[in-house]
């Protein structure tokens, strides 16, 4: 199956700094999307993306289907913008088979 | 923005007991999924459901996991007898089809004693 490496694997900042996470996968992709996991366990889903470039306040995304990455920017962190956050891809044709996800960055926002 | 509802939010089980994991999905949404997160883990596919019937099950959804859309809005996922490894965040999720993005629940956190 189709293969989702995240890196980092975590990753610790002052609160205002910038990051950036980024995610490789193996094979094309139909559908990419961003998700936040917070404290309580709640996916939040940030960007769907499967090619392109989107913008949600202090967070970017950014993916370059040819080249089977994508970026996700956070500019002026906040503490509550720890947690994991996991890049998920699902294949072409593969809306029987769901998304797999990536093992994920854990961010850590210090005040 | 429509959502989909995980019930309950928490279960605590005993070994060996059945448990039914409840979910409404979005109501115009075609494809319907469940997840499954053990602590510290990545989200793992268990099972898709289409057009009334499994489309795709991974290895982890063996005969213990079953699942039904009893009625036109929920969907549920039916483990027959507990284990201790059986516990996970369980999540749904839904799909409207084409180029749409999956909408996830809440989540069930299932804990197994």
């Known amino acids: 199956g189709i293969q989702v490496e995240q890196s980092p694997p975590d990753l610790i900042l002052q609160e205002g700094a910038n990051s950036t996470l980024r995610c490789n996968f193996s094979?094309?992709?139909?559908?990419l999307q961003w998700f936040h996991q917070n404290p309580w366990g709640q996916l939040i889903n940030l960007f769907y993306?499967?090619?392109g470039t989107k913008q949600n306040g202090r967070l970017s995304a950014t993916t370059v289907a040819t080249e089977r990455y994508s970026l996700l920017y956070i500019s002026s962190s906040q503490t509550t913008d720890s947690g994991v956050y996991f890049c998920?891809?699902?294949?072409?044709?593969?809306?029987?088979?769901?998304?797999?996800f990536g093992k994920g960055t854990h961010l850590i926002i210090q005040p | 923005e429509p959502e989909v509802t995980q019930t309950p939010s928490h279960q605590v089980t005993q070994m060996g007991q059945e448990v039914i994991l409840r979910c409404v999905p979005i109501?115009?949404?075609?494809?319907f999924y469940w997840y499954r997160q053990i602590l510290g883990q990545k989200v793992e596919f268990l099972v898709s459901?289409?057009?009334?019937?499994?489309?795709?099950k991974s290895e982890i959804f063996d005969d213990q996991f079953s699942v039904e859309r009893p009625d036109g809005s929920n969907f549920t996922l039916k483990i027959r007898s507990t284990k201790l490894e059986d516990s996970a965040m369980y999540f749904c999720?839904?799909?409207?089809?084409?180029?749409?993005?999956?909408?996830f629940g809440s989540g069930t956190r299932l804990t197994v004693v």
């Open positions: 459901f289409y057009n009334n019937e499994i489309s795709e």
């Open positions: 998920a891809v699902e294949r072409p044709g593969g809306g029987a088979d769901g998304l797999t």
């Open positions: 094979d094309s992709v139909n559908n």
């Open positions: 993306i499967p090619s």
């Open positions: 999720a839904s799909m409207r089809g084409g180029i749409y993005g999956y909408t």
């Open positions: 109501s115009n949404h075609l494809y």
